[in-house]
């Protein structure tokens, strides 16, 4: 390892970084803008300059030269000054040059105190503005509903587009103009279109780009508490950090974990959990009278219910996807294995255990996202994976240029280099290639793109698996042969499949090559999208042999049970209306646990109100097998209770036997790894409630933290004894120590001098490495282990039917997920159910776009949308959407004009450029 001298200190450093990466890795402090540890150097802001010297006589004579640290590799030897008054100089006149056109509004900037300029300025000891000139000023844009824009603050340290054009692969927005009149927005005013916009808010250094729902709902930073937490709105599994004031949900960012989301979230994920705030959150119980109102009860009557109602029947459950592995374990164990449907839809359910099997058996490494970043070549089947698991897609994104990184190692370029190995590569990318049932926004990346039924999807992995164990007797020989050399040529090949286009066929497929590549002798690895947040726990909690809803209408129409459970669950929205009627009708009971009003709950005779993932504590078990644990941010208010304080109630009122030992939360953890073999694994996912860090707990408030009398000075000048957490390590309050403590209990980032979430460094082991305290979460899937699975043989090519088309689903980022899209913000983005054909197909029914179709017997009505991606035969819908509800995946409908349609009048969100929103 090479050794250099700073100031006169010797330090060993990591061979092949830049000194700015080595800076910070020993702990020292030197101000930037540009670099950014996840793009690399450019060298544009010249804000890290130190001094350089040849040798130490030249260090003895002061003689030596300005270079930039995020451009100069260290080398054994080199010696550097950090702290020599030229740097310093150099540095303080640099930031003095930033701020000629920047305004001093620092009091009403909503990025001040978590501002990294700030951060940077009082660094370098700039205090005083000499320059009294008129300032530029400029005109700010309408981003759409979740970026603010203030071009104003700009410094011009181009991170913003280096991010979103060349990171994230957005093309409308650019640096305008010229020398100082440089502009960073749209050529015209609109909706920002790439999913991961929203990055924008943590990657800018000033408040150009801040979160606009913030904005207008604002809190000053420090004042916000905060809990290391996890994404709900797919199964990816991000980590997050929400902050709270006021007893609302204020702002959700990164919160960062080398193997899954790193530095990054999708805009789902960063601004999707608004519904926390909204007005159909449950507050009180409510138990349904004669004339179908509500009475409010407390929360001791509404335990005394379900008591009664526990007692006096037999019990069935339907468990939820997208709550904890804890709360679907109570609920199990309260009605029995044998009566606990896991939740998933009837079409569904089979798909999500086929993914658990699949991964289970294949010798293929189920990867996380770091490793989708390092594959050098990818096959994804079936699978639109930018709006059914987004971050992959940003991780897929990256995976293409391992090819650049490959020839710069060849001329012995770092990889940190970013502008030369960017200008090296020019248009040289990993091969990426994708077949799905239309297109998709990482087509501009995609060395090859097929638009294929999933029928014909499956038939053309079998077929490269085929080609890759060296039978050439499959059909769609020249499209599997170029596939299959690609990935059998690659030292890492990824396949990405997934429940997204609903054909199991499609993820054997998958499968089938991912285990041709193994047998090959390559280290393959096998990525296998589920809908929701917890899909593959609830998979490993019930086991394969689960009741679906089908099973339990039938045992509730004969007797067999009377009274059901729902956990969190709308179940209208996983069948068709009618259906879910009958199957609620069966019942004489039904009780349901849920936050938010819904058609579940208006059906329901009682009502529970359970607390959101913001104001509890639970464990969900990712796509990749990741389990991991989120946090309460902030108490639930009034009635409201986590879904498993009111199961365990439940539990111990009717002396059950199980609930004798679970006190704590950690005890039902416990005894869910004990009884589920898939699960042993969970307890280890975070430290229990025993934990303190040096004797204290950690607080989720700032040491900065104000105004805990004066929020409630309306109602007593006093200050109330703060909440007591005794369900976890965490504390609601600003006294403990935030510092050394295991990653999954990590509730904000701050070191002194470094305010914003520039400081992460501080808490990691190297820069870009895994944090001190370890990496959150634990693998219950290990990579690997399985026997060698044969893939089925393909199923029949599709067939086209006259007059009947094939249904499938056509997910959108916003939109199909049912809780984000109550989310403000979002709200605006999401448009209504539509259906896709092609231009041949639409010509056939006399129909243009705009046109209203009615699907089936009275399915649906929904707008037509013209997209000739859309293979003939088949019809694309709006999986998830309002409307598109009784519409059955890879179902044969008719189809034909809707009678009276009020064709809308077009919405212009934006141009074009970029992402593929709607």
Request: charged residues 20%.
């Amino acid at each position: 390892m090479p050794v250099i001298r700073i100031d006169g200190v010797e330090y060993e450093v990591e061979a092949g970084g830049n000194l700015l990466e080595a800076t910070l890795g020993l702990g020292l402090d030197l101000p930037y803008f540009c670099w950014h540890p996840a793009m690399g150097s450019i060298g544009a802001c010249r804000q890290c300059a130190v001094v350089q010297y040849l040798d130490e006589e030249s260090e003895q004579a002061g003689r030596g030269r300005i270079v930039m640290g995020c451009m100069t590799p260290v080398t054994d030897g080199a010696i550097f000054s950090l702290g020599g008054d030229r740097a310093q100089q150099f540095r303080e006149a640099i930031v003095e040059s930033l701020m000629l056109n920047h305004p001093h509004d620092c009091p009403v900037c909503a990025e001040g105190g978590e501002c990294h300029l700030q951060d940077m300025t009082v660094m370098v000891g700039h205090r005083d503005r000499h320059y009294r000139g008129r300032k530029n000023t400029h005109r700010n844009q309408y981003l759409g509903p979740l970026i603010h824009h203030e071009m104003n603050r700009c410094i011009t340290c181009y991170r913003c587009t280096r991010y979103y054009r060349d990171y994230a692969g957005g093309t409308d927005l650019a640096a305008l103009a010229s020398r100082d009149h440089i502009y960073f927005g749209r050529h015209q005013e609109g909706v920002l279109q790439s999913e991961f916009a929203g990055n924008l808010v943590e990657v800018c250094p000033t408040g150009v780009f801040t979160d606009r729902i913030l904005v207008h709902d604002y809190t000053r930073k420090w004042d916000l508490q905060s809990a290391p937490s996890v994404c709900t709105g797919c199964a990816v599994g991000c980590n997050t950090l929400p902050g709270e004031r006021y007893g609302r949900l204020k702002r959700v960012h990164n919160r960062y974990n080398v193997e899954v989301n790193g530095y990054f979230l999708c805009d789902r994920g960063r601004f999707g959990a608004g519904f926390v705030n909204s007005d159909k959150r449950l507050e009180y119980p409510g138990l349904r009278r004669e004339d179908g109102r509500y009475d409010a009860l407390d929360h001791h009557r509404a335990l005394q219910q379900l008591q009664a109602a526990c007692n006096q029947g037999n019990l069935a459950g339907i468990g939820s996807p997208r709550t904890s592995v804890e709360a679907n374990f109570l609920l199990r164990t309260l009605v029995g294995p044998d009566n606990f449907s896991p939740g998933f839809a009837d079409s569904e359910q089979p798909l999500v255990n086929l993914a658990l099997q699949l991964q289970q058996d294949s010798p293929a490494v189920t990867p996380d996202l770091r490793s989708i970043e390092s594959a050098d070549a990818v096959l994804v089947l079936g699978e639109d994976v930018t709006n059914t698991a987004p971050r992959i897609a940003l991780a897929l994104r990256q995976s293409v240029r391992n090819r650049a990184y490959a020839m710069a190692a060849d001329l012995g370029l770092e990889t940190w280099q970013d502008a030369a190995i960017r200008n090296l590569a020019q248009d040289e990318r990993s091969p990426l290639y994708i077949t799905a049932p239309g297109d998709t926004p990482l087509d501009d990346v995609a060395a090859g793109t097929d638009r294929l039924a999933p029928q014909d999807i499956a038939c053309l992995g079998q077929a490269v698996a085929a080609s890759i164990a060296g039978d050439s007797n499959e059909a769609g020989q020249d499209r599997a042969a170029e596939i299959a050399a690609a990935l059998a040529g690659a030292q890492r090949p990824l396949v990405v499949s997934g429940t997204g286009c609903a054909s199991g066929e499609v993820m054997q497929a998958a499968a089938a090559v991912a285990n041709a590549l193994c047998t090959a002798g390559r280290q393959a690895m096998l990525c296998l999208a589920v809908p929701e947040a917890n899909s593959l726990g609830q998979a490993l909690l019930c086991g394969a042999d689960a009741p679906d809803f089908s099973a339990l209408q039938q045992r509730a129409e004969a007797g067999e049970v009377d009274t059901l459970l729902v956990l969190e669950n709308d179940l209208y929205r996983r069948g068709d209306g009618d259906r879910i009627d009958r199957l609620l009708a069966a019942f004489k009971r039904v009780i349901v646990l849920d936050g938010l009003d819904n058609a579940t709950t208006s059906s329901a005779d009682l009502v529970l109100p359970a607390a959101s993932f913001a104001e509890s504590e639970g464990t969900l078990v990712s796509l990749e097998g990741r389990a991991q644990r989120h946090f309460p941010v902030f108490p639930p208010p009034a009635e409201r209770r986590p879904a498993w304080v009111w199961l365990l109630a439940c539990l111990k009122e009717l002396e059950r036997e199980e609930a004798g030992s679970l006190h704590h939360f950690d005890d039902i953890t416990r005894a869910c790894a004990a009884a589920i073999p898939g699960l042993s694994g969970i307890p280890a996912a975070a430290p229990d409630h025993h934990f303190r860090n040096a004797g204290v707990k950690i607080p989720r408030q700032t040491h900065r933290y104000s105004g805990r009398t004066a929020m409630r000075a309306d109602v007593s000048v006093h200050e109330p004894k703060q909440p007591q957490d005794e369900e976890s390590a965490l504390a609601f309050t600003m006294e403990g120590l935030n510092r050394a403590q295991p990653g999954s209990l990590l509730p904000y980032v701050w070191s002194p001098g470094w305010n914003s979430n520039q400081s992460l460094h501080k808490f990691q082991g190297e820069v870009g490495g895994p944090l001190k305290g370890g990496t959150a979460g634990v693998r219950l899937l290990q990579p690997g282990s399985g026997p060698v699975v044969s893939g089925s043989t393909g199923p029949e090519p599709f067939r086209a039917e006259d007059g009947q088309w094939q249904l499938v689903p056509r997910q959108k980022i916003f939109g199909s997920e049912e809780l984000s899209a109550l989310s403000p913000g979002i709200d605006e983005l999401v448009t209504p159910a539509f259906v896709e054909l092609g231009s041949a197909d639409a010509e056939s029914l006399g129909v243009a776009d705009g046109d209203g179709l009615e699907l089936g017997d009275g399915l649906a009505r929904l707008e037509l949308r013209i997209n000739d991606c859309i293979p003939a035969g088949c019809a694309g819908f709006a999986a998830g959407h309002a409307g598109a509800e009784n519409l059955q995946p890879l179902a044969r409908v008719t189809l034909r004009r809707a009678e009276g349609w009020q064709r809308r009048e077009p919405q212009i969100i934006g141009s074009d450029g970029g992402g593929g929103n709607d």
